[in-house]
């Protein structure tokens, strides 16, 4: 008898675990040695211990870049979220809307990021382009606006990008939350006289939880790794205004080539995405505890 | 609490109706007294859910008009008609505590506090919910939550009628028979309208007085469960009520007697005279527990063939032969029958005749 | 073929699903596996199948060892609880496509599936999908898939508990005649005595994983080893009371008093359990021993043809079947009737002392 049989599915993961190790764990494990070594050329290196970590956990500038990354990270939750969720709310449950409006969300997720850059480099150019323009024409602002020129401007325009991108992310997920619940809870408030927003507190949201959750932990991990956007807008300025941590880690790991103390600065950088992720999960999960989805 | 009229209700599910099988509810006209227990029973697809959401306000009927105690609300919401229902699955705030899920639609209706606190305790005290009153109403089991679900019902005290949607179809089987005796209890005790929908003939017939079958759209009959099993007005009735069904025998009138392929029945001289009145296509029907099978013809004993004799426990259901019809009769535990030839004698008073499957009277 | 299951446990982290079940099929044969739900049933049913590997313990089949052979090599059958087809094949290649699999020729597999089809009535169906039959007929394609495989061990998990009331009662015969023709193992799991006794054969009783008592279904039916059997094995469950047997009468409850003749004849002096079946229990007189009952109505269930009165006695529950339906005011005070000759006796452990002798018993009021 052939009981070999019931082992054969490890064939079938093997080219995953083969994958996953080449494209995950060996870069990783030559990051972990490049952190506690100085490279000087090919075959020339010496083992420093901690001491890249010191040095880039002392470092100003990284922790200008950590609070800009927070910061932003934080406005992007705050506004994609309960965005997301109000556009999912207002979007048609039945009829030949509901593919309509699934298109025209979608269609900002389809485009490649770096077409995207381009698009709204030149739709805020204050001399072409329509959005900055426009805004300077109503002369409302105190300072012509021009991301190249004025920190503030550059970071809206960044924000409003990052806003426009993955917005419609959050509201798909959110409009499948919804179109998850069952017709009867509905019914159910309207008999017990619920007001549209207890409607919303007591059943929409709660059983929106589990997509939400979701959501939250792909914008958190996206947006704090952001690259794309701030590069192709400005490189990082002006100044160092839209500098957030990978933009100031490629300067240091590509640029300056110091691959040690970038090196030191991945993990480090690694480190923060994951423990925050985790943090998030446990909170949403605590907040709905005893909730069988 | 309420008297409900309907009045000729039909309902399409199409936007426009044409042909008569379109519609999911045919003419629907009928008047539930308040502080009745009524049971909408019939099979899957049969209309008892659409119609238990007219009442309700959940969906408006195509035609036709539904009055409480006189008072037209065929257009009203349900908030605004004043019923509670009870959904197949639970429906729970999650979120909420047991006391803030009876407590919610009292907040909604603006009534104060110690009002509500006093209006919960009441109904948790009914409902044997106290000792879970502060528990997250997410984590308790099906049969708990399904009474926070009627809690919430029974917390308005002007409540004009609570509709039961297959209530306990997530309930454990040796739990259900707990929770239909507590149904029936608040029910003496509070004496609220209260209308139950379900395919289950042992929750409709235990738990209401008057029973409707419905079937296709229509109510064919609406009576005591006792009713319904002893004088079915026709024959799905027949059929659907009792395990097995009624059997029915079509047959052809010969002065007092039922001649079913050459055998001959006799019926009691009132009915057969009825049926001779009556055109269309006869039936006799009885019920498999008043068949008497023996082992010698006696008088008027009708020669027949045991086919199959399924042993139950309690009794034994036995596949008899007549002709070409099939007859299922019900055999007490210890009473002899055997395979091969046997006699059946059908008492003239379970009889009932039956004329294009309405019953003849 | 002949299948076996030598000392099978299975235990999901600290949880023991099965303990140490030993039993045999032979082929033909008609096995019922009777229990509440959760008892185990399906866990058995799904090691015996393949589908899950014990924790210890061997499954043989004709002597050989399969115990982790993946369920494709071996030749089974299953019906879940749930109408399992494949949404996309028609009732016709949804029955056909256990066939094909096992690369039957073309005409072969086009006489099984009408053959199979005929047999649960679903000829005139064979073009529709899935989705466009009632919850029965799909069941009845489920059936028909597993049946038109010759597979040598049938298994049917609760086949007809997600059906209604009425198409249960008529596929329950028909599966009965299917089974006879059958030259397979047979096994049936259901929670209901009724089903199980139905469809006869033998049967096992199981309760938290652990076998109680095997044998032909009548036998067990008729003496059920223990209380916890009885239990099982009743519906509703059987009534107790609690007595004592001492200068040759036995005194039940508070003041009854009974005989001891035919099988209590020989019961010694001291404290016993008395069981009897609710359609034991009469609201007429059956004979002239007749024990008197009085009691107070908690609720009548009416299931279609008979009426259970659920009656409260010396703070013991009881519940009466009666034939016929009947109505009860929650609260009425009733006299139950008992024949001294239809108690079960068990003893303080729970365990069968003397079962009603049924040859000499005549069931219902004179």
Not at chain 3, 33 to 51: D, I, P, V
Request: proline share 5%.
């Amino acid at each position: 008898m052939d009981k070999w049989q019931d082992n054969k599915a490890w064939f079938l993961v093997l080219p995953v675990f083969v994958i996953v190790a080449f494209s995950a764990l060996i870069p990783l494990m030559t990051v972990v040695n490049y952190s506690v070594q100085d490279i000087f050329g090919p075959g020339e290196a010496v083992f420093v211990g901690t001491e890249w970590f010191k040095e880039m956990l002392a470092n100003k500038r990284l922790h200008d870049a950590l609070l800009r990354q927070f910061l932003f990270s934080g406005l992007v939750l705050l506004i994609e979220i309960p965005l997301g969720i109000l556009i999912a709310l207002a979007m048609p449950k039945k009829g030949w809307g509901v593919s309509t409006s699934l298109v025209i969300l979608a269609l900002p997720l389809l485009i490649p990021w770096n077409v995207i850059g381009t698009i709204w480099i030149i739709f805020t150019r204050p001399d072409i382009g329509l959005f900055g323009v426009g805004i300077n024409s109503l002369h409302l602002l105190e300072v012509p606006f021009d991301h190249t020129a004025t920190p503030l401007y550059a970071w809206i325009t960044v924000m409003l990008m990052e806003v426009w991108h993955w917005t419609p992310l959050v509201a798909l997920l959110a409009y499948a939350g919804l179109r998850a619940i069952p017709e009867a809870y509905y019914q159910a408030a309207r008999i017990d006289g619920a007001s549209p927003w207890a409607t919303f507190w007591y059943i929409q949201l709660p059983k929106m939880r589990g997509v939400l959750t979701i959501a939250v932990l792909l914008r958190w991990m996206d947006s704090f790794l952001i690259y794309a956007e701030p590069f192709v807008l400005t490189g990082g300025g002006p100044g160092n205004s839209t500098t957030f941590l990978s933009i100031y880690l490629v300067k240091i790991a590509l640029l300056q080539f110091d691959l040690g103390p970038g090196a030191a600065f991945s993990l480090i950088y690694f480190l923060i995405v994951l423990l925050f992720s985790f943090i998030f999960y446990q909170v949403l999960q605590r907040v709905g505890k005893g909730e069988k989805g | 609490m309420a008297r409900i009229e309907l009045h000729d209700i039909t309902h399409s599910y199409l936007r426009r109706p044409k042909k008569e099988s379109d519609y999911a509810l045919k003419g629907i006209d009928d008047t539930w007294e308040d502080g009745g227990a009524y049971a909408l029973l019939g099979p899957s697809g049969c209309g008892k859910t659409t119609l238990l959401n007219i009442i309700s306000g959940l969906l408006k009927p195509t035609s036709g008009r539904i009055l409480y105690d006189g008072k037209d609300v065929s257009v009203l919401t349900p908030e605004k008609r004043n019923i509670a229902q009870v959904f197949q699955f639970p429906v729970l705030y999650d979120t909420m505590t047991v006391f803030g899920n009876l407590a919610f639609p009292l907040q909604n209706r603006g009534v104060s506090n110690d009002d509500i606190r006093r209006r919960v305790h009441e109904v948790a005290e009914i409902l044997d919910l106290t000792g879970v009153i502060n528990k997250r109403a997410a984590g308790l089991t099906a049969d708990l939550k399904q009474k926070v679900s009627l809690g919430r019902g029974l917390v308005r005290a002007d409540v004009a009628a609570i509709l039961f949607d297959e209530p306990l179809t997530v309930i454990d089987p040796h739990l259900k028979w707990h929770l239909r005796r507590k149904l029936k209890e608040i029910h003496e005790q509070l004496k609220i309208t209260l209308i139950y929908v379900t395919h289950d003939q042992i929750e409709a017939l235990t738990f209401a007085d008057q029973v409707a079958i419905m079937v296709e759209g229509e109510i064919v009959q609406i009576g005591t469960p006792q009713d319904l099993f002893e004088n079915p007005a026709h024959t799905f009735v027949g059929y659907f009520i009792g395990s097995p069904g009624m059997n029915f025998l079509e047959c052809t009138l010969e002065g007092d007697t039922a001649r079913v392929d050459g055998a001959v029945i006799p019926l009691d001289e009132a009915t057969a005279a009825l049926g001779r009145e009556t055109k269309g296509r006869l039936e006799i029907g009885i019920r498999p527990m008043y068949l008497d099978v023996r082992s010698d013809p006696g008088e008027a004993g009708v020669e027949v063939t045991v086919q199959m004799i399924e042993d139950q426990g309690s009794y034994r259901i036995v596949t008899l032969m007549l002709g070409g019809h099939i007859l299922r009769a019900k055999v007490p535990e210890g009473k002899p029958v055997s395979e091969g030839t046997a006699w059946v004698h059908f008492p003239k008073q379970w009889i009932r005749l039956f004329a294009d499957g309405r019953v003849v009277t | 073929m002949s299948l076996s299951l030598e000392a099978v446990t299975k235990r999901v982290g600290r949880e023991i699903h099965l303990d140490n079940i030993n039993l045999e099929f032979e082929t033909g044969s008609r096995n019922v596996l009777l229990g509440h739900t959760l008892a185990g049933k399906t866990s058995l049913l799904r090691m015996m199948a393949g589908l899950d590997r014990p924790t210890s313990g061997k499954i043989l089949v004709n002597g050989d060892d399969v115990t982790g052979i993946k369920v494709r090599r071996r030749n089974i059958a299953m019906v879940y609880q749930q109408f399992v087809n494949y949404p996309s094949l028609t009732v016709y290649d949804n029955i056909a496509s256990p066939l094909r699999l096992s690369g039957e020729n073309r005409k072969e597999i086009d006489r099984r599936v009408r053959e199979t089809a005929a047999m649960l009535h679903l000829d005139p169906l064979l073009d529709r999908l899935p989705a466009e039959l009632s919850g029965g007929q799909q069941q009845r394609t489920a059936i028909a898939r597993a049946l038109a495989k010759k597979s040598d061990l049938l298994l049917l998990d609760e086949p007809l508990v997600n059906l209604d009331f009425k198409l249960r009662e008529e596929l329950r015969v028909e599966l009965q005649e299917i089974f006879t023709q059958r030259k397979a193992v047979v096994v049936y799991t259901t929670t209901e005595p009724a089903e199980a006794l139905m469809l006869g054969g033998n049967i096992v009783i199981i309760d938290k994983g652990r076998v109680l008592q095997t044998g032909s279904t009548e036998d067990v039916y008729r003496n059920p080893a223990t209380r916890r059997v009885a239990d099982i094995f009743s519906d509703p469950p059987m009534n107790y009371l609690n007595g004592t047997v001492s200068e040759g009468v036995a005194r039940l409850g508070s003041g009854i008093t009974i005989p001891l003749k035919e099988h209590l004849k020989s019961l010694p002096a001291g404290e016993y359990i008395f069981g009897v079946r609710s359609h034991h229990l009469f609201l007429s007189r059956t004979s002239e021993d007749d024990a008197l009952i009085d009691a107070t109505v908690a609720l009548s269930e009416i299931n279609g043809s008979e009426t259970f009165i659920h009656a409260d006695y010396d703070s013991s529950r009881l519940v009466i079947q009666a034939s016929g339906i009947h109505p009860f005011r929650i609260g009425a005070p009733i006299t139950i009737h008992v024949n001294p000759c239809s108690f079960f006796v068990y003893d303080e452990s729970g365990a069968l002392v003397a079962s009603p002798d049924h040859c000499a018993f005549e069931g219902g009021p004179l």
